[in-house]
Structures are given as structure tokens and as C-alpha cells.
Nanobody, 118 residues
Framework: QVQLVESGGGLLQAGGSLRLSCAAS????????MGWYRQAPGKQRDLVAT???????NYADSVKGRFTISRDNAKNTVYLQMNSLKPEDTAVYYC????????????WGQGTQVTVSS
């Protein structure tokens, strides 16, 4: 089992910045992908950004140049720095953990609300 605890959500105005954190604990594989997804009301959950233990990162086109994902492997924590926030960034942000060794495992955090007002 892997537990994910998110923090850092909140309410802010457009143009502002926010940093989300997700700390993982439990049976963590040294080879994994951690990332962030978001879900706005009435919409599906979409990829925001992912960070692999190899160092490779991936971003949704809508956040490229504004959001930065980073990780501290020693702390098993992944961060999402969000700059130049827009009202359309409003959503519940979910942390995600994925690994394939020794078996395929996929976990979600409880979610943290980010609300951007215009």
C-alpha cells in the first residue's frame, strides 16, 4: 500500500501562484511515476503533470510554461508549482502514484481544491 497526502490548495485571484505538495509513504518502489491530475465540476479527471523517478517530466499543453513539477526522492514528495493561474485552472487536484515493480500499483490522494477567481 502507498498513502498519498496532499497539501497546498486554496483560493486565490487570477495571476497568482500556488504550490501543491504530495507526500508518499508506505511500500514505495524506487522506480515510479508520481504526478498531478485535476478534475473540474462536471468534467473528467485530466493529466496536469507527471514526474518519473528517472527524471523525465510530462505536462499537459494547457499548463506548459506556467506549472512546474518537481520531486524530492529522499522525501518521497512531489511538488507542483503553479504560476500565472487562470480561472480555468479551478479544479480538485489529485496526486497520483504509479509503479510496475514488483506489481502494477496505482494510487490516488484525497484531492485538494484549487479555486482561482477572476
Amino acid at each position: 500500500q502507498v498513502q498519498l497526502v496532499e497539501s497546498g490548495g486554496g483560493l486565490l485571484q487570477a495571476g497568482g501562484s500556488l504550490r501543491l505538495s504530495c507526500a508518499a509513504s508506505g511500500s514505495i518502489s524506487s522506480i515510479n511515476v508520481m504526478g498531478w491530475y485535476r478534475q473540474a465540476p462536471g468534467k473528467q479527471r485530466d493529466l496536469v503533470a507527471t514526474s518519473a523517478s528517472s527524471g523525465k517530466t510530462n505536462y499537459a499543453d494547457s499548463v506548459k510554461g506556467r506549472f512546474t513539477i518537481s520531486r524530492d526522492n529522499a522525501k518521497n514528495t512531489v511538488y507542483l508549482q503553479m504560476n500565472s493561474l487562470k480561472p480555468e485552472d479551478t479544479a480538485v487536484y489529485y496526486c497520483n502514484y504509479f509503479s510496475v515493480l514488483p506489481s502494477i500499483r496505482h494510487y490516488w490522494g484525497q484531492g485538494t481544491q484549487v479555486t482561482v477567481s477572476s
